[in-house]
């Protein structure tokens, strides 16, 4: 940490987050923090595998493994997982993501061990069944039906990862394309597990009221002898620029016709990327916002305008969503989202507007920095693509570092019409 970083680290009194690393024998890394005064320990096990990490033939992988993972083990039959964590008074979860797979387990931290060893043994050996593997598909096929095929605009990210990153790994929706999803194998699984579920592609993190050195023993004992794994070559990400802007319209079972924009930006961690995280706040985060103020109360355009930030490993998106009211002209809801956007462009951010994003991002830094879940995720995070848990602690310094014109620069770098992708969502036609 330098000089500058501890003068604005007090300026902002932000409390560290203290936390120890090891890795062990067979290169699994170990994110270890004592934190807090409750009984509770979260457990996070992440892996660097994600949907950008499938063949572009068997697509969903990744989101199918996850759901698998909790459906048996060697050791633990079908069903129990959920039964054995219950009785402990635990809980869990897990997440996929185009670039990684996470698992949580919290429990009181006298039963840290029995969610070491129901961990571990899913990541020890593969245990899914035929019966199992069926079963789970079924799930997803649902869940695709229920959200994205009869969901109003839920065809979106599958739409927009097309147009946006063609055939690169960015190119498919996570959960998958669902014929590629009826034809995975219990073999395929198989393969994709033990080349992805490796130690040397894993972190764990583990934060809440332990001992360091007893909770590394702990983990030596159980995920200590668990194979390396052989060494394997990334996926290769292309990210091609857009150079003219890419506009199409959408039939599809919507009541009411939406606008959704999206401009490619450079991958999380990056100036750029922190800049237009504050943008973002500027243009759609609260009653305030230019968005929300401009269209949708003064205007009365839309019935909901957000805009978000989605970062990535290689790359990141910025997506404008627009819900028109009844009647109202999608090309008007655009002139004045550009009007806005070039604004912003043109250097037109008041000290007020600044002021107010910047403090709702200390209020939201602190909030994350409360909950044992969210701060073992993060860890993980951190190790995993980063290779610094330290920014746990300094991170914020990375937004509250840029200036009112940083803002200005990135909105010119990436926002313009000949480097974005516009659809129309419309109602279809009789």
Known sequence: ????????????????????????????????????????????????TGSKDEDNDKTGMAHLLEHL????????????????????????????????????????SNHIETAMWLDSDRIYGFGITEESLEIQKDVILEEKL???????????EEVSSKKLFGESPYGWSVIGDMDDLRRIRIQDLKEFFEKQYTPGNTVISVVGDI?????????????????????????????????????EDIY?????????????????????????NLLNAVLSDGDSSRFFNEIEY????????????????????????????????????????????????????????????????????SSKRQSVISIADKFSYLKLFYNDCSRINFEILDYMSLSKSDLTETANKYLNKNQRLVLNYLPNKS
Do not use: W
């Open 298 to 365: 003064k205007s009365g355009l839309v019935n909901e305008i957000d805009s978000s930030v989605f970062g990535m490993e290689c790359s990141s998106i910025f997506n404008i969503t627009a819900i028109a009211m009844k009647g109202k002209s999608l090309e008007e809801i655009e002139e004045k989202i550009d009007m806005i956007i070039d604004d912003v462009k043109s250097g037109n951010i008041s000290d007020r507007e600044f002021s107010k994003v910047r403090n709702r991002l200390e209020t939201y830094f």
């Open 69 to 108: 993972m909790f459906e048996g083990s060697p050791n633990v039959p079908r069903g129990q997982f959920d039964e054995i964590l219950t009785k402990n008074g635990g809980d869990s979860n897990a997440y996929t993501t185009r670039d990684s797979t996470s698992y949580f387990i919290s429990v009181p």
């Open 211 to 247: 001992d360091y050195d007893k909770t590394l023993k702990l983990l030596d004992k159980y995920y200590g002898s668990i194979k390396s794994g052989k060494d394997f070559l990334k996926n290769k990400f292309a990210n091609d620029e857009i150079d003219s802007e890419i506009t």
């Open 252 to 276: 599809d079972n919507v009541h009411l016709e939406g606008k959704f924009i999206f401009y490619k930006l450079p991958e999380t961690g990056t100036k750029d990327y922190y800049a237009m």
């Open 146 to 156: 229920l959200y994205v095929d009869n969901s109003p605009y839920g065809s979106l």
């Open 1 to 48: 940490m330098s000089t500058n970083q501890l003068a604005e680290k007090i300026k902002y009194d932000i409390p560290s987050i203290e936390f120890k690393e090891h890795t062990l024998d067979n290169g699994l890394r170990i994110v270890m923090s004592k934190f807090g005064n409750i009984p509770i320990v979260a457990l996070n096990t992440t892996f660097h």
